[in-house]
Each structure stands twice: as C-alpha cells, then as structure tokens.
C-alpha cells in the first residue's frame, strides 16, 4: 500500500495536519511523524556532545587508491569540523595519495570526490530541518513486515534526484537511505546503512558512492563514536 500526504511540521513539535488518501499505517498518522521529528531532534542534541573517526577510502575499478582519515566533531556554532590523523590502529596514509595518475588529474580528482562527499552528506538529512522540509510532500510505504517506513521524494537536493529513506517503526530512527542523483554531471548512486546507541544517538555509520562514468567508488566509515 501506499500513501501520498501532505502536511505542516514545526520544530516545536506541533503537527497541524495530514492527508491521507489510501488506508492508514496507524491509527495516529500524525502521531507518528511527531515521533519521528521526537527522535531526530535527541539525536541533533547527543550529536554535538561526541567527537568520532571518519575513514574515507578512494577505490578504482576494486583497486585502493588513497585512504583518509579524520578526528571529527561540531563546533560551537553547529558546524561539523575535521583533523586529519596519521594513524588509525596502525599507520596509515595520511590524505589523498595517488600516485598512478598524473598530477593535475590527481588535484582535479581530490576536489571532485571532496565536493561529492559534502554534496551527498546532504542527503543523510543530517538536521531535524532538513528531515521536516523533506517528509513534507513525500509518499510513504511499509517495508519488511511492517517493521520499516519508506518514504519516497524526487528533487529533494537538485533536480531529478530521488531519496528513499528509511525509518525503523520502532524507534523512529534512519536504518538506510538510498539515493540517485548527479554530481559535476555525473551520474551518482549513493546507499548509506545508519547505527543507532542505546542512548538514542543515530550516525551514518557506512556509506557507498558510485560513479560510473569515472569508474570510482567512494566508501566512508564513521566509529568510534565518544563522548567529549
């Protein structure tokens, strides 16, 4: 079954109003999106209480191009910022090191997956605004047994992208996202599996991109989640 809608959301957690137009996945529709917003604003909240590490690995047709990895944590103004670190467990390159291809490809590479990275983070959702702005309008779907919501929006970044997000029924909280877009022109197919603590803090903790037209695979692993 599936259920298109639309409605008004304030951050303060007063839903105003839902239409619904096929049969109904609860009894309190709006119920259900307050406790989703509910559960996005706690985890904005733990979220800039802990500092994490971020793995990004560059690979090329299955072959290991260069490996980054970064302290993390936000700022004061809610701005996430990054170190690079030297080892990791064991010693580790330290930034993009490419070495197989010529200097300005390298350079121009370097800015193409760094912008991409920041582009896609975009689609994680990744403040309780940006998960408003995107429910309103979308279309919903049970998934797994009735154990996940999908919620279905194109042109939520640019135009002719498509998200697909995924809510666990019983916490309300992001398990994946699937995503198709275009970035520098490139087609892009993004996936991304979330982790969340028992104190209700919810990451991405894996994600995938690919880039078919340039052969490139870009993985990103966020752990190590610690509180400051």
Not at 20 to 27: D, H, K, L, P
Not at 56 to 75: C, G, P
Request: no cysteine.
């Amino acid at each position: 079954m599936k259920t298109n809608f639309t409605l008004l959301v304030f951050l303060v957690l007063m839903v105003q109003s839902i239409k619904i137009q096929a049969q109904n996945i609860s009894s309190n529709e709006e119920q259900i999106i307050k406790n989703i917003i509910d559960t996005r604003l706690k985890s904005d909240g733990l979220a800039r209480k802990y500092t994490w590490t971020m793995r990004t690995e560059v690979l090329k047709q299955s072959e290991v191009l260069n490996i980054l990895i970064e302290k993390a944590q936000y700022d004061q103004n809610g701005n996430v910022i990054s170190k690079t670190i030297n080892e990791q467990g064991e010693k580790m390159p330290t930034g993009f090191l490419i070495k197989k291809i010529a200097e300005n490809e390298k350079e121009s590479l370097e800015k193409f997956l760094y912008g991409m990275r920041d582009f896609l983070h975009q689609y994680s959702l990744p403040e309780s605004e940006a998960v408003t702005k995107f429910i309103t309008g979308a279309s919903w779907t049970m998934q797994d047994s009735d154990k996940e919501i999908l919620f279905t929006r194109s042109d939520v970044i640019i135009p002719g992208d498509k998200l697909n997000w995924f809510v666990n029924v019983s916490g309300y909280s992001t398990s994946r996202i699937e995503v198709s877009t275009k970035f520098e022109g490139d087609e892009v197919n993004f996936t991304a599996v979330f982790v969340t603590l028992p104190n209700g803090l919810n990451y991405m903790s894996y994600a995938e991109a690919l880039v078919p037209a340039k052969n490139i695979t870009l993985q990103i692993q966020k752990y190590d989640y610690m509180p400051e």
